[in-house]
């Protein structure tokens, strides 16, 4: 099957022959075609699958043949949850488009308005922009939806999950009825399917992958320990594995900073991203490692989508995700058009019930392993009858995968005795540390991890601690909000 024999147009064949797209994905041999019929869509696809040239593509063909816009006008919306996947969908838009006459822009909150209002001014073919910034938009008088012939709302389940739910409610009352819609989404939970029953008209439906896999291509497995001990068996299986370049997850915002602080002190280059960052540095961030300039990027989940790395072999789970769909999007991020990837995951005790819960949603155990000298105090009960946990191997060690100079200092404090340890790289057995039975893993007494304090640590006294799902809520909020008229629109405070 070939993109030509989809019946793509010439200016577009060429721009993939020239990103090197010879043939089409899954879900790009079944969207295309539909798309280009004017059929309404409803895809189940995951990040990586191609999904965005899936409706790209078509889209852009369709608005070349016919049509112009107007003044403040736009001809196609796509809608996404957050600042880096509209980038990165603009980003597929002109690429794609870089041999036709149209003119696309994309507009999300947290940056000013201004140039936003002014592209539009002569009005565009397509917009991207998250929904919250687009009702801004649609207040100030700055856009009109008259002509809008093709809504895509990308990444649904997301949208849904960060609370955009009365955004969209408020935006599919302002759009045109007549239109072709687009649904895709990585999950179709209820809460999906219900906003789906209302906008899309006799879809083709689409799946690629089973509901709720993960991506097939990702090898995935997980090594136990204790929570304060992640951040030395990070830099363990960092140095073991030589791990050459990672996108490592960590639940809070803190969490983030402060692992980046143990990997600076380790000589580690390490940059991050999250939801206190403003999006210039967000993307700063992100140029310099996929330039590779830094070894590892260090997210919250706020950067779970959208995050494009060409040929990104590895992603770290420091901590598992709050919601379960998160774990497929995070391992999403590497396994990529077809090529290989690995997803690890840290898992202590408290953090069982969301294992199982992966677990469940992706129908697959995760293989589990333990490394000596950080076998867990507190067991992580198994999920599945294939728990019995194997070693962690040793990896080849591939070029531009440095050692780490210095040894983790906690690691020599605080590792339990390591009984034949297979330990690698530059880490040292420790002297036997007595242990204390019945001890709260949490407690202070033993001076373990003293300079691994991240968000396995606990926080000081009266200290706020943002959880993963609030930070990305409140993100997702400002990254649409940011410029908001009080009282404009009709939702409940905290509502949205
Ligand atoms: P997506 O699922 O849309 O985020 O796309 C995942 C990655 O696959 C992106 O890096 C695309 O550039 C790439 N890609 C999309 N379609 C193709 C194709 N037909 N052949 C090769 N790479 C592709």
Known sequence: MTFQALGLIDPLLRTLNALGYHKPTPVQKQAIPAVLAGRDVMAAAQTGTGKTAGFALPILQRLTMDGLTGPQRIRALVLVPTRELAEQVYESFRNYGGNLPL????????VDI???????????????????????????????FELLQTLVLDEADRMLDLGF?????????????????????ATFSDEVR?????????????QVEAANTAV????????????????????????????????????TRKGVEALVKTLHEHGVTAD?????????????ALERFKRKEVRLLIATDVAARGLDIEALPQVVNFDLPSVAEDYIHRIGRTGRAGMEGE????????????????????????????????????RVPETSSNATPRKVPTAKRPSGAPQIAKAPAAAKTAARPAGGSESLGVWTPPEKVSKQAGRDDNAAAKPRGRSF?????????GAIVVTSGRGTKSQARSDGRAAAKPGARKSKPGSR
């Open 103 to 110: 003119r696309s822009a994309v507009a999300y909150g947290g």
């Open 114 to 144: 201004a140039p936003q209002i002014a592209k539009l001014r002569k009005g565009l073919d397509v917009l991207v922009a998250t929904p919250g910034r687009l009702i801004d938009l649609h207040d100030q008088g700055a856009i009109n």
């Open 165 to 185: 739910e009365r955004d969209l409610d408020i935006l599919l009352e302002a759009l045109p009825k007549q239109r072709q819609t687009l649904l895709f989404s």
């Open 194 to 206: 219900k906003l789906a029953r209302g906008i899309v008209k006799d879809p083709v439906s689409i």
């Open 216 to 251: 097939k291509s990702v090898k995935q497995w997980l090594v136990t320990t204790d929570k304060r001990r992640k951040p030395e068996l990070f830099l363990h299986l960092l140095n073991k594995l030589a791990w050459s370049q990672a996108l490592v997850f960590v639940k």
């Open 272 to 284: 991050s991203i999250h939801g206190d960052k403003t999006q210039p540095a967000r993307l700063r």
């Open 343 to 378: 997803a690890v995951s840290l898992v202590c005790a408290d953090e069982v019930d969301m294992l199982k819960a992966i677990e469940t949603l992706t129908r697959q155990p995760i293989p589990r392993y333990v490394e000596a000298g950080f076998e867990a105090d507190h």
């Open 453 to 461: 304090n991240t968000s396995g640590g606990s926080a000081p006294k």
